[in-house]
T-cell receptor, first 114, second 114 residues
Framework: DQQVKQNSPSLSVQEGRISILNCDYTNSMFDYFLWYKKYPAEGPTFLISISSIKDKNEDGRFTVFLNKSAKHLSLHIVPSQPGDSAVYFCAASASNFGNEKLTFGTGTRLTIIP | DTGVSQDPRHKITKRGQNVTFRCDPISEHNRLYWYRQTLGQGPEFLTYFQNEAQLEKSRLLSDRFSAERPKGSFSTLEIQRTEQGDSAMYLC????????????FGSGTRLTVV
């Protein structure tokens, strides 16, 4: 069963506009959430994370929002730049329960149109 | 320090052969993780080490798979009697302490079983 879901396989956004990537999860034990970015032929790169005790975390152009009641998180990128074109993975862990592994979604391919 | 290094980058092998991959983590990182990624999927957890101790293994890691981390430095992942279903990208990652702070991934080893 897919415990972390990214229902949009792809997304295209005009340069300068806001990109919103969505992620849903089903496991109530998840308490830490991360976003990774992946370019072709490279490993995933950590972008930003959020603990379940928060509902928002911001780092420069990247903001992650967490809605625990809906088991939903989103990544906002504003303004979008051509270098943001990549595959974005949402991941979750149950770290407070001693489980260090990350469970990843299937990814969303973001294309920024110049 | 050049990050997490994986060798080889690509491996083509005939079905039934054994293969071994190597991962060199960031030197001060005490945790090392192996993930597998197939086409259209996110990375899936295989196993992780804290120093030389293997702390968790996924059910995905069948008896044909074995991982070691002698002396708590580099790690090897061996697949015996390879099958076509083993074709995937094998990703290694390392972290200092809890992985929820964001692992550093290597670029992966792409295995093709023919």
């Amino acid at each position: 069963d897919q415990q972390v879901k990214q229902n949009s396989p792809s997304l295209s956004v005009q340069e300068g506009r806001i990109s919103i990537l969505n992620c849903d999860y089903t496991n109530s034990m998840f308490d830490y959430f991360l976003w990774y970015k992946k370019y072709p032929a490279e490993g995933p790169t950590f972008l930003i994370s959020i603990s379940s005790i928060k509902d928002k975390n911001e780092d420069g152009r990247f903001t992650v929002f967490l809605n625990k009641s809906a088991k939903h998180l989103s990544l906002h990128i504003v303004p979008s730049q051509p270098g943001d074109s990549a595959v974005y993975f949402c991941a979750a862990s149950a770290s407070n329960f001693g489980n260090e592994k990350l469970t990843f979604g299937t990814g969303t391919r973001l294309t920024i149109i110049p | 320090d050049t990050g997490v290094s994986q060798d080889p980058r690509h491996k083509i092998t005939k079905r039934g052969q054994n293969v071994t991959f190597r991962c060199d983590p960031i030197s001060e990182h005490n945790r090392l993780y192996w993930y597998r990624q197939t086409l259209g999927q996110g990375p899936e957890f295989l196993t992780y080490f804290q120093n030389e101790a293997q702390l968790e293994k996924s059910r995905l890691l069948s008896d044909r798979f074995s991982a070691e981390r002698p002396k708590g430095s580099f790690s090897t992942l061996e697949i015996q009697r390879t099958e076509q279903g083993d074709s995937a990208m094998y990703l290694c990652a390392s972290s200092l302490g809890a992985g929820s702070n964001g692992y550093t991934f290597g670029s992966g080893t792409r295995l093709t079983v023919v």
